[in-house]
Structure formats: structure tokens, C-alpha cells
């Protein structure tokens, strides 16, 4: 069957439902929780719903192509992969080994969390002409860092996201009160493989700075992508210190509670790096092909996914991986189809309006 003909998976959100059913209650809430009161975690979601969309009709759109390139390398649709971290507590016999599969089956990047349950060896072996990106974060041992990097590079990854806003690990209230891992105390197969843990825990240095971000510069080639901006003055910042792309994200909401939803903050940073070359991508909430659309017409490159991939893992491994990103990518071309773009070019900032647009047009 078609994976995109499965009535039990119409939606992302089915896999959501059903991975629920399917992993233990402790596992389910370490992926799905937000920080605090989860206003943020909420907001990325409720936001997409805030704006509308204006097509233009009777356009010819017999032919769509999704394709763009970020950082210069070619790929088949604007969604990439977000980095997340022990996949195999999804999906206990490949974890991010079915991620990049799927991955690479639709002509995505897979980005590999530095928290990884799968080597970084292993991921790129199964996905020779894959694109993949390694993300790292500082660490306590520079050492440890360095040779993370020097892996990544020699393993064929093409960039390296770096993450930026996590000096310390976002407060959760629900998930502390059933399950440790919120605080990430790893065991058994639920354990990254390539950083050296102390007491079970990571090490994170949380007395890095933007100097540590021109030191990355300096100590590596691969192009660097700054995630978890959110403002323009970081994304200035940013420029400055010689990143060649931001992800506007806030860590799907598990970090700092009441950043805004980041299909609204997504403009602000677009300004701030204009004319720089710098390219924008956003993570948070994306779930449909009209969120998609929304967030590259409001000035995104390229849109990644955290949790639905997730969920996929959870349901079906490496089919469900790829069934989410099946469904996802044929929203985004009935999308386009419907809106009449042809291509990502032809995607226009007019095609998308808050919906306060609609209320002053009523007055
Ligand atoms: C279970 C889980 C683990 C994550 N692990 C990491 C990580 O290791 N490094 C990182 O930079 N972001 C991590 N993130 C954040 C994601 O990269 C991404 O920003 C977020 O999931 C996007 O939101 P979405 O899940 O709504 O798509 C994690 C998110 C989740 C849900």
C-alpha cells in the first residue's frame, strides 16, 4: 500500500495518538513535554492557526517542484530533520540509523543530536548520499567537543548546528514527577554513545559565549548553523560572529517557557540578517503542509521537524519515519498547488496574513 493510503495515519497527529498508546507513559512524556507550564510548547502550535492564506487561481500548477538547496547542497522539499536526542527509546532496534533512512529516502537533511543512541559512524554508513548534519553543544571538555567535530567531519556531515540556547536544561514539571530522563539520566540502550557521560549525566558548559562561537569557527570548515535564535539582535550577533545559518527555534518549547511561537518571531530575525547571505530556517509546532507553506512565506529557507518523526519511530520505526514525512511532503504540494506556486520561488510573503487582517477588513 501506498504509505500515504494507511487510514489508521492521515495526519502527524495520528502517529502522535497512537505513539501514545504504544510507549510507556515515562517515554511518551520525556518526547512530548514542554517546559514549565508548557505555554510556549502550546503557542508554537496555536500560532500557525493565526494566520491565513490568499492564492492566486488559474496558474497552471500541472507541475510542482519542491526542490531549494540550503548551504548550498541540493535537496528535494524544504523540510529537514530537527536533532533529537536517545531515539532509541523510540525505536529500540535502529533509532536514528531509521531516522536517517527515511530521511534520505525523500531527499531531506537528517540532523544527528550529539545525544545520540546511534553512532555517528553508523548513521552516516547507512546513508552514504544522504545529506547530514551533526549537532553539537558546548561541553565541559573542549576535548570531547573537538573530537565530535573531527568525526562528524570525517564521516561525511556537512554542517554543524550548534546549539545555543541551552546553558542549562529547560525546568519540566510533569515529566520529573514519572520519569528521571526528563533530567536525562541515562540507562541502558536510552544512552547517547558518542559523548562520555559523568554520573549519567551530560556535561554541558554553561559558561560559553559568542567568543566560543568564533573559536568554533576557526577550529572547523563545515559551515556552522546557530539554533535556537529567536531575536534579531542575537541573529546580529550571530552574523557577526560568522555563522552561516540560524535555525529560529525554541527547542520545541522545552527550554525557556513564554518565548514567543516561533512562526512569529521567524520575521524579525529575516530582517536582522538581510543582506548578509545568512540563511533562515524555523523549528516549532510544524505539523502541516499549510504550516510549511506559512513559515517559507514568512521568510524561512527551510523548515524542520522535531516530534513527529518521534512519533513515527515510535509506531513503525523506519515506515513510520517515512510514512510522517510522506504525508508531510504531499500537504506541502497540494499546498502549493492549490495556493498556485510552482516553485519556492514563486511563494510570495502576500500569500500569507495574520488573521487580524480579516477582523479590520470586517470593522
Ligand atoms: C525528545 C526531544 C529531544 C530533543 N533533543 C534535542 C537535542 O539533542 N539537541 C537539540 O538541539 N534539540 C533537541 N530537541 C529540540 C528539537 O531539535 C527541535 O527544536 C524541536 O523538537 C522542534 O519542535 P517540534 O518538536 O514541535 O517539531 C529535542 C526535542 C525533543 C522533543
Given amino acids: 500500500m501506498n504509505s500515504i493510503q494507511d487510514k489508521d495515519y492521515v495526519c502527524l497527529d495520528d502517529f502522535q495518538k497512537s505513539a501514545n498508546e504504544r510507549l510507556q507513559s515515562s517515554s511518551f512524556n520525556y518526547f512530548a513535554d514542554g517546559c514549565n507550564e508548557q505555554f510556549t510548547l502550546k503557542e ?40 533529537t536526542a536517545i531515539q532509541r527509546l523510540a525505536d529500540y532496534d535502529e533509532g536514528e540509523v531509521a531516522t536517517a533512512r527515511a530521511a534520505a529516502s525523500v531527499g531531506s537533511v537528517m540532523t544527528l543530536s550529539c545525544l545520540s543512541t546511534r553512532t555517528i559512524e553508523e548513521v552516516a554508513a547507512v546513508t552514504p548520499r544522504g ?95 546557530l539554533k535556537g535564535i529567536t531575536t534579531g539582535d542575537q541573529a546580529k550577533n550571530a552574523v557577526e560572529c560568522g555563522a552561516d545559518a540560524i535555525l529560529v527555534s525554541n527547542h520545541g518549547g522545552r527550554q525557556l517557557d513564554y518565548l514567543p511561537a516561533t512562526i512569529d518571531a521567524l520575521p524579525e530575525v529575516v530582517a536582522a540578517v538581510k543582506g548578509s547571505g545568512v540563511e533562515v530556517y524555523m523549528d516549532g509546532g510544524v505539523r502541516h503542509g499549510t504550516d510549511v507553506f506559512k513559515a517559507l512565506a514568512r521568510g524561512a529557507r527551510a523548515v524542520f521537524i522535531g516530534r513527529p518523526i518521534i512519533w513515527g519511530l515510535s509506531c513503525k520505526g523506519y515506515e513510520g519515519a517515512k510514512q510522517v514525512l510522506d504525508i508531510l511532503k504531499d500537504e506541502v504540494e497540494k499546498t502549493m498547488a492549490l495556493i498556485g506556486c510552482r516553485n519556492v520561488n514563486e511563494i510570495e510573503p502576500s500569500m500569507v496574513v495574520h488573521q487580524d487582517y480579516y477582523r479590520q477588513q470586517a470593522l
Avoid at 510533569?174 to 536525562?184: C, E, M, P, Q, V
Wanted: charged residues 25%.
Fill in 44 to 83: 508554537n502550535r496555536e500560532a500557525f492557526k493565526r494566520y491565513r492564506l490568499r492564492p492566486k487561481l488559474l496558474r497552471d500548477v500541472s507541475n510542482i517542484d519542491l526542490s531549494t538547496t540550503i548551504l548550498g547542497e541540493r535537496i528535494s522539499w524544504p523540510v529537514c530533520l530537527s536533532p
Fill in 131 to 225: 545529506v547530514r548534519w551533526m549537532q553539537v553543544q558546548f561541553f565541559k571538555s573542549r576535548q570531547q567537543l573537538e573530537n565530535l567535530i573531527k568525526r562528524a567531519e570525517k564521516a561525511g556531515y556537512t554542517a554543524l548546528v550548534v546549539t545555543v540556547d541551552q546553558p542549562v536544561r529547560g525546568h519540566k514539571y510533569k515529566s520529573t514527577t514519572d520519569y528521571n530522563a526528563s533530567l536525562l539520566t541515562f540507562t541502558g540502550h536510552a544512552k547517547p554513545v558518542n559523548v562520555d557521560l559523568s554520573d549519567g549525566e551530560v556535561d554541558f558548559d554553561n559558561s560559553a559565549t559568542w567568543h566560543d562561537i568564533k573559536w568554533l569557527k576557526s577550529f572547523t570548515k563545515l559551515p556552522l548553523v
